[in-house]
């Protein structure tokens, strides 16, 4: 089965066609996450890997190369990621998932960086002859994921690409990739879905509630109905209590708690709510939370500007180590701390 092209991705789609006459050895696509770039890249790869393709550019889904593909050996196709996003067995057949990042024996957390290994192991891949005599495609995705010896490892590559090779990278942010890659790319964007087609989809995915699922995330729909499955609002909303009524008994109370969630997740909620309170402070405007504008226009008519700023910087700063603390409980009690004394 081929990767869907969303509602919201057919003029990209249609645009990136225009592409083929003319391939560029590297294309960076590049938007916010959680809009499905990475459906769109892998059905960009099999759509370049078919060997009889549609008139749209689509992957015919019933070829040779498209049947490898959908089962995941096909033996000129890369795919390089974190181990941490693995979610799929290890292709079986000729050398068919050798880069694919495989699960830890040990009982270390997954990686999520891109590290150098699986770059080099790339070298066997672009040395040997294709399979089916066309292209040989790798996906390198997030690339901001990619460590500092991995980008030095891929640049070499990106600056002498081997022939009848297509590197496609996607990056939820470009700010973190580093400059000489980007300038070795062809950088093509793959824009936000307006709310109202965002929300369509999402009604189809017969999602309750999707409009307040889809502002909280950011009108990012595919991470609305992720975070709809992940059975962790019940977090969220006791964060989002101790948010709108800040004090510090109610700090300390929830932190034990709140301890036991993801803390990135933490973080990142607390950072739309800060962004909120700002916004209304500034605008009148409401992105993430509509649900609470009462306790957002209270806070925001109190909270001094140069407080909230700060406020917005620490918490900026604790997303870097959000995935690793000394404590758990410190964490979250001294975030909550910080934007209680923040809105005093």
């Known amino acids: ?39 769109f890249i892998e059905a960009f790869a099999q759509s370049l890997l078919c060997e009889n393709v549609r008139p749209d550019g689509s992957a015919c889904g019933a070829c040779v190369s498209c049947g490898w593909f959908e089962q995941h050996n096909h033996p000129d196709y890369r795919r390089v990621r974190p181990e941490a996003l693995e979610d799929e067995p290890p292709a079986e057949g000729e050398d068919g ?92 964007a793959l824009p936000m879905p307006d709310h109202a087609a965002a929300l369509a989809w999402l009604k189809e995915q017969g999602l309750p509630d999707a409009d307040s699922w889809l502002r909280e995330q950011g009108g990012a729909p595919l991470a609305a109905l992720a975070q709809s499955e992940s059975g962790n609002r019940e977090d969220m909303d006791a964060l989002l209590q101790v948010l709108a009524r800040p004090g510090i008994d109610g700090a300390l109370k929830a932190a034990e708690k709140l301890s036991k969630a993801a803390l990135p997740s933490l973080v990142s909620w607390q950072q739309r709510w800060l962004y909120d309170v700002l916004s209304y402070k500034l605008s009148g405007k409401i992105r993430y939370y509509p649900r609470y504008e009462k306790e957002l226009a209270v806070l925001a008519g109190k909270v001094h500007t140069a407080n909230l700023m700060r406020a917005i910087k620490g918490t900026n700063e604790r997303r870097a180590i959000a995935d690793h603390p000394l404590s758990a409980k410190l964490f979250v009690e001294d975030m909550l701390l910080d934007y209680t004394a923040c809105c005093a």
């Open 97 to 188: 998932a050798e880069l694919d990042t495989r699960k830890s024996k040990s009982t270390k957390a997954p990686s999520k960086e891109i590290k150098i290994e699986q770059i080099r192991a790339l070298s066997d891949f672009m040395n040997i002859s294709t399979h089916r005599q066309g292209l040989r495609v790798v996906v390198v995705y997030p690339a901001e994921a990619l460590n500092t010896p991995a980008s030095n490892a891929l640049l070499k590559t990106l600056e002498e690409p081997p022939p009848g090779t297509v590197f496609l990278l996607s990056s939820n942010s470009l700010d973190r990739l580093l400059p000489t890659i980007l300038s070795r790319c062809r950088k093509f």
């Open 1 to 39: 089965m081929t990767k869907p092209i969303y509602p919201w991705h057919v003029p990209a789609w249609e645009q990136l066609q225009q592409l083929r006459a003319r391939m560029p050895h590297a294309i960076l696509f590049y938007g916010a996450e959680g809009t499905g770039k990475a459906d």
